[in-house]
Nanobody, 119 residues
Framework: QVQLVESGGGLVQAGGSLRLSCAASGRFFSINAMGWYRQAPGKQRELVATITSGGSTNYADSVKGRFTISRDNAKNTVYLQMNSLKPEDTAVYYC?????????????WGQGTQVTVSS
């Protein structure tokens, strides 16, 4: 099983920056991909960014050029550098991880961390 713990959320002014971290722990062979989703009040959860163990990334169009996802495979930690934040970025951000092993495909979710961008 994998446990995911996010940190780094908070309140910032528009144009500011935050760096989110998510550390995975537990008993598993490997994590193939990690990523970030977010959910704003009254809206559906949406993909923000993902990264594979090989370093391939993808981003939602709304955050391209502003957010950067990175991963330290040795530490099983994923980061999200958020620059040029906008009020529209306000949401609960959730870390996710996917494992593929003899037990099959498993997805895990963190508890979420609040990001609030004031105007």
């Amino acid at each position: 099983q994998v446990q995911l713990v996010e940190s780094g959320g908070g309140l910032v002014q528009a144009g500011g920056s935050l760096r989110l971290s998510c550390a995975a722990s537990g008993r598993f062979f490997s994590i193939n991909a990690m990523g970030w989703y977010r959910q704003a009040p009254g809206k559906q959860r949406e993909l923000v960014a993902t990264i594979t163990s090989g370093g391939s990334t993808n981003y939602a169009d709304s955050v391209k050029g502003r957010f950067t996802i990175s991963r330290d495979n040795a530490k099983n930690t994923v980061y999200l550098q958020m620059n040029s934040l906008k009020p529209e970025d306000t949401a609960v951000y959730y870390c996710t991880a996917r494992t593929i092993d003899v037990g099959g495909i498993r997805d895990y979710w963190g508890q979420g961390t609040q990001v609030t961008v004031s105007s």
